[in-house]
């Protein structure tokens, strides 16, 4: 029907998929444009633009599907396809060609492809929108798809529905299995006739140690009469998942009594043994630990923000390019590389020492983020942006419940608002009298009432965390840290204090720490730099990430010299005579880090010293002369009125005398 090809989008930067059709934009391509515009799943290929004989799709990396598979690995994939059809078959749509070659494979799981035979269906899973396409591509009696994957129903040219692709389901799942087709034939006749006529065998005759409620599960899709079939690819899920979920099955053969009571018997003397001789103590559980590289592309020292996903597979982090555009990476544990999201351009950095401005819809499937004051969200697999609210800023943070609601952070307090988009509603006003500024970084408890928070004040070491309940305005105090806390199932309390991240018991039911804090890694960096997941896998930025920046010269030929100094200073910059340089370089005991002069003759380093409440927002910049430096802050979150209005302050250099501010810069006299 047309050609496939890769393509740049020089608009975007990204790698795309165009599908050409051999003719003008006919009723097939267009219905298919149709189904797949209509669908928005993480397993489902999504298409970016039409065109007047093609459409341009989410290209994707991998590798058509193929058998056989590790048993763990087959029943992930086909629950990923499953949850790819119950959207589909949820719109009305029936694919009418499921197969490997139009499943695609990579770290992240599955994509299915190719809608090009897929019909809109009235029955018997309508549409649960507005959609009402009554689009037929064949006439009945007409023979579409491919012969290995038909249903009976499709191969005798009759009306078709959801359940046809229940059907091909199983032959997919058989193959996944087996690494052997379900109907096979020498020609396309012998195929049908197969698929009329023969059952496949049962998985576990081809492969022994299958359960036994695969074999149900396959042999169910591949009914021929659709009324026997699951009925929907809902019901077909909830299967797999309990099939995931059982114990391996038990030892057949006529001996399986003999080895049961084996067994138990060794059980015991073993556990007699232990108890009476060994009294081994609880192993401790191993940890692993390694690094992960930035995106390549990404400005030095532009690190922010960083949220790892609930199932702790995929890393999001807040990187700046070289252009000076802030994004959102992903990164999936599994793979070498990261991925950026184009849709997050000028995403929100959060609020210093205290949250992300990114937060992890529950099932891992999606990111939720501030742009200029909205509240997006967007599927991690890629595709456009949804509005959840405007205005409805989250650089304090936010938290996504499963029941699908979502809190926000923002400068008057906390609002709550519905994950599918709506009005925010306040649910936790600032408490100004106490000095508070804002509250950041929410996250649910386990019981999806009950949320924590961190009240931020303009003294950083009288910040404090809080427990509340939805629809309550009493809230109780955990405990005083200056930065943002997490909580880690079963049930520990993660902190950083100084540079090291701490776990602390929580207790669920009094709200109260338990026990000592007990150390979980050194070297973390602040303000936002660690994420834990639901599963206790943690990420975390660590300070020495910049240790390595080093000042140099370079003469126009390239050629470099070291300009002294250690090591771990950024954002350079130089004085006009060219003799000194300020430095900026992160600290941990400090929100806005420290700044320092470098004598590049010498390397000889001096620290510029303020007030310690005094919060530099810039590097600083030199007077004409090169004597002194001006930055610009201010003290507690306001601006401060000691130096003039415009909140500016000098530290000298050398000599200390009056000079006049203008703009950006210093002008003599």
Not at 26 to 46: D, F, K
Not at 112 to 138: C, E, N
Not at 367 to 376: C, D, E, I, Q
Request: proline share 7%; with cysteine; net charge positive.
């Amino acid at each position: 029907m047309g050609e496939v090809w890769r393509a740049r989008d020089s608009r975007l930067g990204r790698t795309v998929a165009i599908k050409f059709c051999q003719e003008k934009f006919s009723e097939r391509l267009g219905s298919e444009a149709r189904a797949v515009a209509a669908l928005n799943h993480p397993n489902i290929c999504t298409l970016y633009d039409v065109g007047p004989d093609y459409l341009v799709m989410e290209y994707v990396e991998g590798t058509a599907l193929r058998g056989p598979l590790p048993l763990e690995e087959a029943l992930r994939y086909a629950g990923q396809i499953a949850e790819a059809l119950v959207a589909a078959h949820r719109k009305g749509i029936v694919h009418r060609d499921l197969k490997p070659a139009n499943i695609l494979v990579n770290e992240e799981g599955v994509k299915l492809l190719d809608f090009g035979l897929a019909q809109w269906a009235a029955a018997p899973h309508p549409p649960d929108d507005d959609l009402t396409h009554t689009i037929r591509q064949t006439q009945v009696g007409v023979i579409v798809g491919t012969p290995q994957f038909m249903s009976p129903e499709q191969a005798e040219g009759r009306e078709v529905d959801a359940r046809t692709d229940i059907f091909a389901f199983g032959c997919v799942l058989f193959e996944m299995l087996t690494g052997k087709r379900a109907f096979d034939g020498a020609t396309t006749t012998s195929i049908i006739a197969a698929i009329l006529h023969t059952d496949p065998p049962p998985v576990s005759s081809l492969r022994p140690v299958t359960p036994a409620a695969i074999d149900r599960i396959v042999k169910t899709c591949l009914a021929k009469d659709p009324e026997e079939r699951w009925q929907t690819a809902r019901d077909l899920r909830h299967a797999l998942l309990l099939v995931g979920e059982q114990q391996p099955p038990a030892v057949p053969g006529i001996r399986r009594r003999w080895v049961l009571a084996a067994v138990m018997s060794l059980s015991v003397v073993a556990t007699f043994l232990a108890v009476r001789w060994l009294r081994p103590q609880p192993k401790a559980a191993e940890q692993i630990r390694f690094l992960l590289a930035r995106p390549q592309g990404v400005a030095t020292g532009s690190a922010g923000p960083l949220a790892i996903s609930p199932d702790g597979r995929t890393v999001a982090s807040q990187e700046t390019d070289a252009s000076g555009k802030r994004y959102v990476w992903v990164r999936h544990l599994g793979s070498m590389t990261a991925r950026r999201l184009d849709a997050t351009e000028g995403v929100s950095p959060g609020i210093a020492y205290s949250a992300s401005g990114i937060f992890w819809s529950p099932d891992s499937q999606s990111l939720a983020f501030s742009v200029g004051g909205r509240l997006k969200r967007m599927a991690v697999s890629g595709g456009s942006a949804q509005l959840i609210c405007e205005p409805c800023g989250a650089g304090g943070g936010g938290a996504w419940s499963p029941e699908g609601v979502i809190l926000t952070a923002g400068r008057g307090g906390l609002n709550r608002v519905p994950a599918a988009g709506g009005a925010a509603t306040p649910i936790a006003i600032t408490d100004a009298k106490s000095g508070e500024i804002r509250p950041c970084a929410p996250q649910f408890l386990p019981d999806g009432k009950h949320f924590l928070y961190l009240a931020s004040r303009s003294n950083p070491e009288e910040n404090a965390v809080y427990v509340q309940e939805i629809g309550s305005a009493e809230r109780k105090l955990l405990l005083r840290t200056r930065g943002k806390v997490e909580y880690a199932p079963p049930g520990y309390l993660l902190f950083v204090r100084e540079g090291t991240l701490f776990a602390q018991t929580l207790d669920l039911h009094s709200f109260q720490l338990q026990g000592e804090p007990v150390v979980v890694a050194e070297d973390v960096q602040e303000p936002y730099g660690f994420s834990v997941s639901g599963n206790g896998v943690i990420a975390y930025r660590s300070t020495q990430e910049v240790s390595e920046q080093q000042v140099f010269w370079y003469d126009r030929e390239g050629r470099r010299t070291p300009a002294g100094g250690e090591r771990g200073y950024i954002n350079v910059r130089l004085s006009p005579d060219q003799s000194r340089a300020i430095l900026y370089r992160r600290e941990s005991l400090s929100p806005s880090g420290s700044r320092w002069v470098i004598e590049l003759g010498s390397g000889i380093l001096s620290r510029v010293r303020l007030d310690p409440t005094f919060l530099i927002d810039t590097t600083g910049l030199w007077s004409p002369d090169s004597r002194r430096i001006v930055v610009s802050g201010r003290t507690g979150g306001e601006i401060p009125v000691a130096g003039n209005r415009r909140g500016l302050r000098r530290h000298p250099a050398a000599a200390l005398r009056k000079d006049r501010y203008v703009g950006q810069g210093l002008v003599p006299g």
